[in-house]
């Protein structure tokens, strides 16, 4: 059974967040541990494994980035490849974003620069998910599979300007 | 289909059957035990009609393992009856602490499941004597009662509550809901379940504090939405990101510090009344007991009054007089409070969150009684929070609605919690670098695994050391258990394919399983946890607890090989009666009920053997059942939406 068959969803980089994070629910309350507090050992074995499932399940789909990858395995397409062809301008930008990260912290409003800097990011996530969502339509994995990597080129720079705000929060 | 007569003479059916359960708030300061009571939830008193059990323990030179506290009648009948064949707990063990600091614990919390290094970062000294254990992580603190570690002196708190829950719902506990806070690690809670299962309770969940004051409060409210609890105990800070919604209460992201709370700021006053009143740094055990005494009672006048009096006996036998003014306490403690915003920061971020979609801000621990601390977290959140149930109790009768649908109480509540791991799991790699395995608030359960292979030819064992936390390197996160892949078949270097499976339960607890994929070994794996108890050592101190009470061990082997047959009983029984003859061909239906009348049947008599092997073979026969039931529940779950959409679109 695949991710999108847990959740009775058709297999789709479109999802309808509402829809599936109700079907989420509702496949816990059956399935949940705690439903199984009082029941012998093995159901409580199973209950486990099944509410692990649907949790991976929910959380791989829930996020584009992890959905995308799995729609592409879905089609029998290697997502671990170290293949990092990606185009020029795209990289230069990365570079800049680093450099910017970089030197936030001696600026004198390093918190707003921050923010502005995630936000900047997240805007640009949001366009790609579009784009995604497109090729997707026209089962163009190829391009597809090129700006999922993009994404998580977005994703790590994402993680590294949160951990910048942790830093800045504990000095 | 003929009719099979399944049920005991005698016994009601299964649903009418109530079940004792508590929910217990282990806390830093206080602790608390609440039940459902005449359907309504609320925390239960000693006989002096205290409900609060500070979380001090006094150990006395000839001290039994006999727990005493003013939960005990006889004693308020007795008059003066010695103390000294016994363990204090609560207000009488309070007195004790400045007469007496060393034998006498208090915020065993910050202990619980840390390493003595841990301790040391603590903040200010703590006016114990640790000893190192030889061989384990875990601190041992010298009492005249003789070495005591976190884990037993929590489970003497834990004693004193479910004495006072039975002896008050009249009967014994089923189980038993307890509350840690969410930022706890893996150590911590393991350190918090042996002390419950030292204490002899069956804990059924451990529950995240914020989780629980949901529960409380969302409850009461009929609330939906996302909320913010923010949650300031005495030595703990939490702060969860929650979502309600037609009971479910999903917890977004979770963030906090599990070594800050009311206590420091005890200690930042302390501190200053020191240097106020020029008293050294190396004070006696019981001067600063005496000071941070004070600092309590200012800071609480302060939460009504303008100033504070402070009046201190110094060692030279002269009175220091002195005051706190509410803009110096402001001065003080404003950098604790600023210390919690960074958590709230994080989690709202973690939750793709801003301060705008919060709908409502819950306060919860006793810190929170401060107004500096409500008018800056308001600040914060935008919004005045909420306050209405009281901060010292919410999380208790949270923990009793979950304990009393867990044990089974409520078979048609649909309530539902979803909860996150606090910290990620990582494991060591090359140059003590941290590879993340489970980041930081996934839902649990969770279940990860990772692919290893050897690094020499002919290699048959392989160390895995498995941390928590956010940091990159190793030395900065915590160590959470070092463990050895053994018989490991001997291969060419890098060929062996080893599939570490980490599993993270409804608790919040890891388990390790690991197999060699090329030949299918599964390996033996010993998770030692870096700070804990073993389990040999539970084992003991368990053995060493019952003999001085004088149960039989055997008895009370049987007694529990007896209770999970009635836990068996009883579930297969609601099944069959459920769908036994919906699922079941006529001849497995058959042959189940027959399995199920011997285990009835063996059950009264008093091997323990036959009863185990009884069990067994009904887990056996019944597996198939149990994954058809599975699969029908998940059938009916996703067929039912399909309805609902229909009935909505027409």
């Given amino acids: 059974m695949n991710y999108f068959e847990v959740f009775d969803l058709p297999v789709s980089f479109d999802i309808d967040t509402d829809t599936i994070a109700e079907r989420y629910r509702d496949l816990q309350r059956v399935v949940h541990p705690d439903k199984y507090v009082n029941a012998p050992d093995r159901e409580r074995r199973l209950a486990m ?62 918190f707003d620069a921050l923010n502005a800097f995630l936000n900047r990011i997240e805007r640009e996530q949001k366009q790609l998910n579009d784009t995604l969502s497109q090729q997707f339509a026209q089962n163009d994995y190829l391009s597809a599979h090129d700006n999922l990597r993009k994404c998580q080129f977005l994703v790590r720079l994402h993680e590294e300007a949160l951990s910048l705000e942790e830093e800045l929060n504990n000095c | 289909m003929p009719l099979l007569q399944i049920s005991e003479p005698g016994k009601s059916a ?7 359960a508590a929910g217990i708030d282990l806390g830093t300061t206080n602790s608390l035990v609440a039940s459902i009571r005449s359907g309504i939830a609320e925390t239960l008193p000693d006989i002096e009609g205290h409900h609060l059990l500070p979380s001090i323990v006094h150990y006395t030179e000839r001290a039994s393992t006999q727990v ?40 065993v919390k910050r202990l619980l499941g840390r390493g003595l290094k841990d301790l040391k970062t603590l903040g200010t000294r703590l006016p114990y004597e640790f000893v190192e254990n030889e061989g384990q992580g875990m601190p041992m ?7 005591k570690s976190p884990v037993q002196v929590s489970a003497d708190i834990l004693k004193v509550l479910k004495k006072r829950a039975e002896k008050t719902l009249g009967g014994e506990l089923t189980g038993v809901v307890i509350t840690v806070p969410a930022y706890f690690d893996d150590a911590q809670r393991q350190a918090t379940k042996d002390a419950a299962t030292l204490a002899d309770l069956n804990v059924l969940r451990l529950l995240n504090e914020p989780t629980a004051a949901a529960v409380a409060y969302g409850l009461d409210k009929g609330a939906e939405g996302i909320h913010a609890i923010y949650d300031l105990g005495g030595g703990t800070f939490d702060i969860s990101i929650l979502r309600l919604y037609h009971g479910v209460f999903e917890v977004m992201a979770t963030a906090g510090d599990s070594a ?28 600063i007991r005496e000071l941070l005494d004070v600092a309590r009672t200012a800071k ?6 303008n100033t504070a009096p402070l009046n201190i006996k110094l060692d030279d036998g002269i009175q220091w007089q002195g005051k706190l003014t509410h803009s110096q306490f402001n001065e003080l403690i404003d950098p604790l409070i600023q210390k919690t915003i960074s958590p709230c920061r994080r989690a709202l971020r973690d939750a793709r969150l801003t301060v705008a979609d919060i709908n409502e801000v819950v306060m919860v621990g006793g810190a929170t009684r401060m107004p500096r601390v409500r008018e800056k977290i308001g600040e914060f959140f935008q919004r005045p929070p909420h306050i209405d149930i009281d901060p010292d109790k919410v999380v208790a009768i949270g923990a009793a609605i979950q304990a009393d649908i867990l044990a089974g109480n409520k078979p048609d509540d649909d309530m539902l919690l979803l909860d996150v791991i606090p910290l990620s799991l990582g494991i060591e790699t090359m140059g003590g670098l941290v590879e993340k395995i489970i980041p930081r608030n996934t839902t649990i359960p969770v279940a990860k695994a990772q692919e290893f292979t050897t690094f020499k030819d002919g290699q048959t064992a392989m160390a895995i050391h498995v941390v928590q936390g956010e940091r990159e390197l190793v030395l900065d996160c915590r160590s959470l258990a070092r463990f050895e892949l053994r018989g490991i078949p001997p291969m060419v270097a890098a060929s062996a394919r080893i599939r570490v499976t980490f ?92 399995a199920l009348d011997e285990l009835l049947r063996v059950k009264q008599g008093n091997h323990v053997q036959t009863i185990k092997k009884a069990i067994e073979h009904l887990d056996e026969i019944t597996q198939s059942y149990a994954q058809r039931r599975m699969d029908t529940a998940i059938h009916h779950a996703m067929t039912g939406h399909k309805v609902d959409e229909f009935t909505q679109e027409n």
């Fill in chain 2, 14 to 20: 299964v649903p009418h059957q109530h079940n004792l």
């Fill in chain 1, 49 to 110: 494994e099944k509410a692990t499932q649907v949790n991976e399940a929910f959380q791989t789909l829930k996020n584009p980035l992890s959905r995308g990858l799995y729609l592409l395995q879905l089609q029998g397409i290697e997502t671990h490849d170290n293949h990092t062809a990606m185009d020029s301008e795209f990289l230069m930008q990365q570079m800049e974003y680093r450099e910017e990260l970089a030197e936030i912290k001696q600026q004198s409003h390093p």
């Fill in chain 2, 503 to 594: 599993q993270v339960d409804a608790d919040g607890l890891l388990s390790v399983f690991a197999t060699e994929e090329t030949t299918g070994v599964h390996s033996e794996i010993t998770v030692k946890p870096s700070y804990g108890l073993q389990d040999t050592d539970i084992e003991r101190m368990l053995k060493d607890s019952l003999e001085h009470v004088q149960e039989d061990v055997a008895t009370r082997t049987l007694r529990e090989q007896q209770v999970e047959a009635d836990r068996v009983i009883n579930a297969l029984r609601a099944a069959l009666k459920a769908d036994g003859h919906h699922l079941l061909k006529h001849h497995e239906f058959l042959e189940i009920s027959a």
């Fill in chain 2, 141 to 147: 603190i010298r009492t005249v009662a003789g070495l």
């Fill in chain 2, 260 to 287: 800050l709370g009311g206590d420091d700021i005890d200690r930042v006053i302390a501190q200053w009344i020191m240097q106020q009143a020029h008293i050294a740094n190396d004070a006696e055990h019981h001067q």
């Fill in chain 2, 68 to 107: 005493r506290s003013y939960d005990d009648d006889e004693r308020a009948n007795t008059q003066v009856r010695p103390y000294d064949d016994e363990i204090i707990v609560g207000n009488a063990a309070k007195s004790f602490a400045n007469q007496d600091p060393l034998n006498t614990i208090a915020s």
């Fill in chain 2, 300 to 305: 609480e006048t302060l939460s009504t009054q």
